[in-house]
């Protein structure tokens, strides 16, 4: 197929657009470059520097839309809603009206588990209440409200996939290694891992007073290389009319002790840990059910593990 991924310069993107690339389809990446790395682009793929409101020039003749561009900092996101609202939901807009302009009627949406908020129960499933506790989870289902009125009106053909906890880096097939990057990292993986490297004297954890086993938070890790794999499957279960929305993570939690350890096992680094207060709007477990997506798509991890994560990440890293 030729499909436009936008948002392919940055960490799932790019990774997505390699695997794309590997089973054959001819790829075409649109990245403003404003979080991505244009060297992150796979090299079998066509790169397009613009931001998604500029998708109608690249759109006539594509089959297939993989949807990642977007604002995605929980924190900002309370500080600037404008910007998430205007980026992630307005973004959007202009891109599914691109689309039907060029008559391209299939996309893939990378949607999130904030979109829940505080989970009632856990495992999490699909027809559980979507309460975004922030707006960078409220613009994400926002978007997702908009692709089924668009399936329902239009005949749209898309599938909203809902991550959970992701990390890890992936090994393409001509053997090169795309990894997390970013300018302000936030996230507890390579925070931690920056700590072995030397890059920072310890990591801060949030919260030691949560309702959990050890008092931190709970959350499902799930290897990037997994989590690309059930796009391609999500491509193929695309039909017209109809929205589908799948979680994806393991089905299983883990504490952010227990990452700790993890990473102080596969690094050998003591990685001196700052007990701090717990950080604004962190559920205490987030846990999916990934049950839908193994019955309909097929889909298995084939990294379950948080081990294997961690490794993945180190062995990826610089040094
Ligand atoms: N954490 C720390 N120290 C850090 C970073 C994180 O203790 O330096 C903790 C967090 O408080 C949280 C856990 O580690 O309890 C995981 O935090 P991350 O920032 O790695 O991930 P989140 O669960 O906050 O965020 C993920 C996605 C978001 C998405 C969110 C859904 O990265 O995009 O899940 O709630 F919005």
Redesign the pocket.
Known sequence: MKLLVTGGAGYIGSVVAAQLVEAGHQVTVLDDLSTGHADAVPAGARFVEGSVTEAADVLPGMDGVLHFAAK?L?GESVEKPGRYWAHNLGGTLALLDAMRSAEVGRIVFSS???TYGEPERSPILETDPTRPANP??ASKLAVDTALSTFAGLYGLAAVSLRY??VGGAYTGEDGRVYRERHTVE????P?VLAVALGGRDS?????TDYPTSDGT?V?DYIHVADLARAHLLALDACSAGEHKIYNLGNGTGFS?QEVLSVCREVTGHEIPAVMCER?AG??AV?VASAEKIQRELGWKPEHPSVRDIVADAWAALPR
Not at 186 to 189: A, G, K, Q, R
Not at 203 to 207: E, K, L, Q, R
């Open positions: 995605s929980v999130t588990a904030a960078y989870g959970f906890n936030t996230h507890l993986i925070n990591v801060s954890v949030f919260g938070c959350r952010v950080r962190d559920p987030l």
